[in-house]
């Protein structure tokens, strides 16, 4: 099952290394971010506690780029299948757990090796960027992107065309990100937004992020590791489990 896995894994990080365009992409997007709304929404918020808005903000975009990337990697399960790779993997014999989880470690391989790079401007917007630091957040970024790859797979895993898997990708995303806490306090929102804020598993990445990389953090750092913790079983069972029943 481990070599399963990770021929299945290198196979996603080989096809990852030849698309350059998907990489630039991953990395300017980000980056258009930070010098638009960072520098926009920081002349209108000043600071945010005692970090400067562009430094608040930093953590947020550094999960979006994880977010982005770990649900669009659900994308290589459609690929496959239409290119009938996929029905290959599923007769030859090996299980269809360990696709699943080679997968979903691709996908979160990839998000992290994104998410390294951007990370490299840190200390360019006054983040001082430790050994310690670097140590706790390159884990940190594979576990956020192992949950959210979970959740990409289970919607791959009955979809049949890239355009239904973009429609409904497209339609989750965004409310994910603006709704996670990234480009904006969470703290002292209208009780029904928090209440939708607080069943957003992406807030709880923003937040354990933003304590690692700034000491910040408007839950605490265990309870955003245990919901999180939570979130990576059941996305992981139930992507597991959707995979091995589809065709």
Same mark, same amino acid.
């Given at each position: @099952?481990?070599? %399963? *896995?990770? $021929? !299945? =894994?290198? &196979?996603?990080?080989?096809?990852?290394?030849?698309?350059?365009?998907?990489? #630039?992409?991953?990395?300017?997007?980000?980056?258009?971010?930070?010098?638009?709304?960072?520098?926009?929404?920081?002349?209108?918020?000043?600071?945010?506690?005692?970090?400067?808005?562009?430094?608040?903000?930093?953590?947020?975009?550094?999960?979006?780029?994880?977010?982005?990337?770990? @649900?669009?990697? %659900? *994308?290589? $399960? !459609? =690929?496959? &299948?239409?290119?009938?790779?996929?029905?290959?993997?599923?007769?030859?014999? #090996?299980?269809?757990?360990?696709?699943?989880?080679?997968?979903?470690?691709?996908?979160?391989?990839?998000?992290?090796?994104?998410?390294?790079?951007?990370?490299?401007?840190?200390?360019?917007?006054?983040?001082?960027?430790?050994?310690?630091?670097?140590?706790?957040?390159?884990?940190? @970024?594979?576990?956020?992107?192992?949950? !959210?790859?979970?959740?990409?797979?289970?919607?791959?895993?009955?979809?049949?065309?890239?355009?239904?898997?973009?429609?409904?990708?497209?339609?989750?995303?965004?409310?994910?990100?603006?709704?996670?806490?990234?480009?904006?306090?969470?703290?002292?929102?209208?009780?029904?937004?928090?209440?939708?804020?607080?069943?957003?598993?992406?807030?709880?990445?923003?937040?354990?992020?933003?304590?690692?990389?700034?000491?910040?953090?408007?839950?605490?750092?265990?309870?955003?590791?245990?919901?999180?913790?939570?979130?990576?079983?059941?996305?992981?069972?139930?992507?597991?489990?959707?995979?091995?029943?589809?065709?």
């Amino acid at each position: @099952m481990l070599n %399963a *896995i990770y $021929i !299945i =894994w290198l &196979r996603e990080i080989k096809k990852f290394g030849r698309d350059r365009s998907r990489l #630039i992409s991953s990395i300017v997007q980000p980056l258009i971010w930070l010098l638009l709304f960072g520098t926009g929404l920081g002349a209108a918020f000043g600071k945010v506690g005692d970090l400067q808005y562009i430094q608040f903000m930093f953590p947020g975009i550094l999960v979006m780029t994880i977010l982005f990337s770990s @649900m669009f990697s %659900a *994308i290589s $399960i !459609i =690929w496959d &299948r239409q290119f009938g790779f996929l029905k290959e993997m599923l007769v030859a014999p #090996i299980s269809r757990t360990s696709i699943a989880i080679g997968k979903s470690i691709g996908g979160a391989s990839k998000s992290t090796i994104q998410g390294m790079i951007i990370l490299i401007f840190s200390p360019l917007l006054g983040i001082n960027l430790t050994l310690t630091k670097f140590i706790m957040v390159v884990p940190l @970024m594979f576990f956020i992107a192992f949950t !959210i790859s979970g959740i990409g797979i289970i919607i791959a895993a009955r979809m049949e065309s890239f355009e239904g898997f973009n429609l409904i990708i497209n339609f989750i995303i965004m409310p994910m990100f603006l709704l996670s806490g990234a480009i904006f306090p969470i703290s002292n929102l209208p009780s029904w937004l928090s209440v939708v804020v607080n069943i957003n598993p992406l807030s709880y990445g923003v937040d354990i992020m933003r304590w690692v990389m700034t000491g910040v953090s408007e839950r605490g750092p265990a309870l955003d590791l245990t919901i999180l913790s939570m979130v990576c079983i059941i996305t992981t069972s139930v992507s597991v489990y959707l995979f091995s029943k589809g065709k």
